[in-house]
């Protein structure tokens, strides 16, 4: 299959990079010739793991191209993808799809012949009838058929997620639609090895994306509603997580409380959800909660570091471990630490952080914090260490060496990765976590 890539971000990079080591033919196309260029020489845009090795070698074998040449990736593609950016509208939450009603009118244009157009960016209920529309409205004569086949992958996992789906959902404008069998080919290698392939309209498609996103950060929220509680009444979040998930109704993932979801998609795949609800009449009051819960959990956390430092921040060193919204992504987008650095500095405290992968994107987002490479010397004469996030670099830290660099040694471990009698044995005054009881 010849595969047109629209849109070279998180999603299209690593969808191209994988179509085409299933042995398809890509051409991934951004608008972005920076990126472009860069990866024409070979280098990655974001930290994926994997990625770069995967790609040098579909790119050596031929079968992997970029451009930022649209007309030419999209005339002869048996496929073309969308796979561009749906941020929150400003002003009302909704999805912006001027980026994919733009790639549409762009597609119509730049097509040769009758084409598959498949929208794999997160978009809501209706959007790939609209993208139908705008392509038969362009190019009455040619034959398109739309399809709707949302991405389920997780940044820092995304090419295992990929290559090995839980499933993949295809949304087709009727069952005979042509679409099905230039998807079913695309997606060969995976049916060969039996990986579920769930075919449906379109609209069960577009909701399925953001109900399982709805599900997930209602899970996380649930949680960490729990930890609040587990603080108050003296339980272990921890011991309760474990408890509710070896039932297998529950399962044990997503329960694990920490300082509030953020990322790429959560945050505005939920209020899309609601707006979407709003839109139809009909109220999704579980998933308007979560999205004030997870504020809140934030501006609890503000809260926890302040009183930790001895109530006040004023004057207070911070050193701040992690800023992106999880480990193994250099992706910033919503992540905690752009809610809860702010609040710090707003109180009056100095802010340094450390981060694999976040500085890049980091610099502009967070202005006035100082960027340092090593935990124990940001640590050094610092008041409170706080871990943001949990990189594997922030899991296995000398407790000792970083307690003894600091004027005052203590701990907001806001991912639970220490216990209380680690902090205590490695002479911290004083520690935090989520859902457990600390000590000052
Ligand atoms: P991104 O912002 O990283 O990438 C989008 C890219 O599209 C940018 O490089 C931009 O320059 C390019 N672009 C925009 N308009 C274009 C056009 N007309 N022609 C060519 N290029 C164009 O976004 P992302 O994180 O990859 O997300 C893409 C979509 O996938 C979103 O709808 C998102 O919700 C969804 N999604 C993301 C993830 C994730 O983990 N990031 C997971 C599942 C689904």
Not at 111 to 128: C, D, E, F, I, L
Request: proline content about 5%; charged content about 20%.
């Amino acid at each position: 299959m010849r595969i047109a890539m629209i849109g070279t971000g998180y999603v299209g990079l690593v969808s191209g990079v994988c179509f085409s080591d299933f042995g398809h033919e890509v051409v991934c196309v951004d608008k972005h010739a920076g990126k472009i260029a860069g990866l024409q020489r070979g280098e990655v845009p974001i930290y994926e793991p994997g990625l770069e090795a995967l790609l040098a070698r579909n790119v050596a074998e031929g079968r992997l191209s970029f451009t930022t040449d649209l007309a030419q990736a999209v005339g002869g593609a048996d496929a073309v993808f969308i796979a561009v950016g749906t941020p929150s509208r400003r002003g009302d939450g909704h999805a912006d799809l001027s980026y994919v009603y733009a790639a549409a009118r762009e597609i119509a244009q730049a097509a040769s012949g009758p084409t598959v157009v498949v929208t794999k960016s997160t978009v809501p209920v209706g959007t790939n009838r609209e993208v139908a529309r705008i392509l038969r409205e362009a190019r009455p004569e040619l034959a398109f058929a739309v399809a709707s086949n949302p991405e389920f992958l997780r940044e820092g996992a995304a090419l295992d997620d990929f290559m090995r789906p839980d499933r993949v959902v295809v949304g087709l404008d009727g069952p005979s639609e042509p679409a099905r069998q230039v998807m079913a080919e695309i997606y060969r290698p995976l049916f060969l090895r039996d990986f579920p392939i769930v075919w449906t309209d379109l609209e069960s498609a577009e909701m399925t994306k953001y109900a399982a996103n709805a599900f997930l950060a209602a899970k996380i929220t649930f949680i960490n509603e729990v930890a609040a509680l587990c603080e108050a009444v003296g339980a272990d979040v921890k011991s309760v997580a474990r408890g509710i998930g070896l039932d297998g109704r529950i399962g044990p993932k997503f329960l694990h409380a920490g300082p509030g979801y953020g990322g790429s998609c959560f945050p505005k795949d939920t209020s899309a959800f609601a707006q979407t609800g709003r839109d139809h009449g009909v109220a999704l009051r579980l998933t308007e909660a979560v999205i004030a819960v997870n504020e809140a959990t934030k501006a609890r956390m503000v809260d926890k570091l302040a009183a930790l430092a001895g109530g006040a921040l004023e004057g207070r060193t911070v050193a701040v471990l992690g800023v992106t919204f999880k480990p193994n992504t250099d992706d910033m987008r919503e992540a905690p630490s752009l809610a809860i650095v702010p609040a710090l500095q707003a109180r009056g405290a100095r802010v340094r952080v450390v981060d694999p992968q976040g500085r890049r994107e980091g610099e502009h987002l967070l202005p006035g914090v100082a960027w340092l490479d090593d935990p124990y010397a940001a640590a050094q004469g610092a008041h409170l260490v706080a871990i943001l996030t949990e990189w594997n670099q922030f899991r296995a830290l000398d407790l000792r060496r970083l307690a003894s660099a600091m004027a005052e040694p203590r701990l907001a471990d806001l991912r639970n990765i220490y216990s209380p009698d680690e902090a205590r044995a490695a002479g911290f005054h004083a520690y935090a976590s989520v859902g457990r009881q600390g000590f000052d």
